[in-house]
């Protein structure tokens, strides 16, 4: 059974930094699509940032929401199941529930994943 466990959501101010992590359990965590997306109340989910392997040219590759592109930053330990979101530069616009998405083959958006966590909260105050 495919299990994904997010931790690092919490309350920060404008213009300060959180990292969220998650762990992954069940599956080969190092050939899958890994990812975030983000949902805030009475909104879409929206995507916010993935990381994969590219079956062309077996090269890690990373994809962001243009709305957080040179802010956010993803990445993966796969010697621990992990995948990680450093958050700089926060905005209130961020705040949401934050969500850990995994899937075997597409790596876009995080929200079609197939597998996802529960989600941790993050809440930017101005």
């Known amino acids: 059974q495919v299990q994904l466990v997010e931790s690092g959501g919490g309350s920060v101010q404008a213009g300060g930094s959180l990292r969220l992590s998650c762990v992954a359990s069940g599956y080969s965590f190092s050939s899958n699509c890994m990812g975030w997306f983000r949902q805030a109340p009475g909104k879409e989910r929206e995507g916010v940032a993935s990381i994969y392997t590219s079956i062309y040219t077996s090269r890690g590759r990373t994809r962001y929401a243009d709305s957080v592109k040179g802010r956010f930053t993803i990445s993966r330990d796969n010697t621990k199941n992990t995948v990680s979101l450093q958050m700089n530069s926060l905005k209130p616009e961020d705040t949401a529930m934050y969500y850990c998405?995994?899937?075997?083959?597409?790596?876009?958006?995080?929200?079609?994943?197939?597998?996802r966590g529960q989600g941790t909260q993050v809440t930017v105050s101005s």
């Open positions: 998405a995994a899937d075997p083959w597409i790596p876009w958006p995080p929200a079609a994943f197939r597998y």
